[in-house]
């Protein structure tokens, strides 16, 4: 009987990524989730939702996107029902995301679930470590009635993710898990500077904020009743207007919200929140220079992927995505990112991978079809 | 009746480039003659014939390439008949193309002609001084009777071409034409080391081998029957071979040629040798960073052909050949050469620009339809 006590599950894919740091293999409609970055097989969306299939099935799992993106979504068969895939009508950071999602969940089942948040662009090295720890977070988030996270154990003074802190005696809770102690979050911390992200690493009381949450959708309402009534108040009229099938009603309450984060939103000032501890190797693949952390290198540091021609290169990034349709040879070369794609080629050293974003801007000013 | 006691002149064109250094734009079929390298609107053979023009009218021009690449020079257009485009059945050499070429127009015409042996796949920045130095070079060799060739007066010491030697006074032969000095050739010497490359140009004594000759074939017979006996009795092989239209025989002779050059067959050797003194912009357009001599630059000093996406580079050589078709995007580069073509891509440093022979090697060896 305990597990019919157990509030039924469903979980929320964010994939409503923009498709510019992977260009030129990531486009308008074809962002970094719908590529096969970490590996050749499964794009990464797909990855996301297989992943998590063994504790939530896919029937279960809604995909929130850009409408630009749902029918490519679709097409890539990722594994949710057609129906699951959603569009928010327009950007509006993960608050409104997540506001769209629950007003969408809502208005089709109850708020006796629990919702799982996750992303679709995070590469996560132990798919079983994953599943424990988001187990142990739900658990933890369902009998604790509490807004939970997880919190990955940080490798690195990386000053491009957020943190969260725990209490400092570093006391886990009543343990829902043997492996994945839990905590009450002290605090969340925005990029750190470089001295501040090794202090953090130091002290041992800091996780990376992965950017994934777990919730009762009674709690997450009642919380933000509290944090952000106006995005609260939103979600109740979205699911009245989803009722009545009045679309342009949804549109015109979703077009109000602001342009917040849910950490910013919810997460930062809820007063009940706890983080999993998550110890498996995790990385928001950012940039193509990531692929120097998630994939194998040749005997010169190099990350060759789809048979280029590589002579005399160090520690670069080759990556010819079209096969032997495209020779592509790449000499004497070290620390550069070299993509090909069938209809367009990036050429940029390791340490500006962040700059393609300049390569994209120009080309969409001078209307090319290739972004 | 000056003009009627004056030879016939035909030119040969030697075109039978491997088409390796200008990989990827250059191919097996489409050799760097038959690319728009140093401007947009002509192949490089396509200027060499139009420039002698004035001269030696097309339907006296023979182009001398390799089988493979007979039909793409006659579908390009060059100008010249069809009948006029020839293949040497295999290759030797400089010496056997012109052996091959003599036979041919000796087996259709006559010994009465002088011919002029021009290049193709070379940059001349001016082609009215061009015409000026090899017409006084042509009647030079007329009137002496002499094997003439141009020199081009060094603007830089030079490792990559030979230089030829004139006498120490530097005392012109009579004039044949007031602007262009005509010498009698001391020496020709091999490509030398920095030091004596620096060592010549300082002397004035040395030009540039351009690779041009001028002579009479009544002379060039006479001059090869001594300095290379054989090639000379191939000659005359071949040319009863073609009166009797057995190609296989035309064949076997060529084939057992030696594999040398004219200069070292035939002008090293040879005591009569003159030289004419070539003063306009000349380059051999060795590989892609002889761009960098050839074609404006902007304000970054790079070489830009084809409106790729171009920031923050400097001194870079960035081609796209495919135009919007491809967006070729190059950021943050500096000293590098990225060539695109619609199916394969370059990237090399300008210093290293001669190894793209390595990549073409190892896509030779991967049998890649690219080369």
Redesign the interface.
Known sequence: MTEHARPRRVAVVMAGGSGERF??LSRWRRPKQLLRLTQEKQTMLEEAVWRVAPLIPPQDVYVVTGEHLVTPIREAGVGVPAENVIAEPCKRNTAGCLAYATAHILAKEGASRTMAVLTADHVIGDPEAFRKTIRTAMEAAESENALATIGIVPTRPETGYGYIQVNAQHEPLPDYSHDVPVYAVEAFHEKPERGQAEAFVRSGCYFWNGGMFFWRISLFLEALATTAPNIAQAVHAMVAAMRARDEGQVRRVFEKLEDISIDYALMERAPNVIVARADFAWDDVGAWSALDRTRGHDASGNVVVGAP?V??CKDSIIYNDVG??????????EN?I?I?AR???????KD?AQ??R??VA??KQ?K????
Chains 1, 2 share one sequence.
């Open positions: 260009w030129p021609v002579i005399d032997a349709d495209m020779a592509v040879s790449v000499v004497g070369m550069v070299v090909a209809d367009a080629v990036l050429v940029i050293p500006r700059d393609v300049r390569a120009e080309l001078r090319a079809r290739q972004v």
